[in-house]
């Protein structure tokens, strides 16, 4: 799976949209999210997630 990357905007499974803020570690599952309409950033699985676009 390719690593996703700072700005990329992604998809959760339930539907909410987000920015990446970190860049995906190479041995890492996770990745910091900024979800749209939220104050702070979360920490999802990357397999819970679908890139949209690559950057804004």
Excluded: P, Y
């Excluded at 999210?33 to 950033?41: K, L, N, P």
């Amino acid at each position: 799976m390719e690593l996703l990357k700072f700005g990329n905007k992604i998809k959760t499974r339930d539907g909410r949209e987000g920015i990446i803020q970190e860049d995906q570690e190479a041995n890492s599952d996770e990745v910091k999210v900024m979800i749209d309409g939220e104050e702070s950033a979360s920490v999802f699985k990357a397999q819970e997630l679908e890139k949209v676009a690559d950057h804004l």
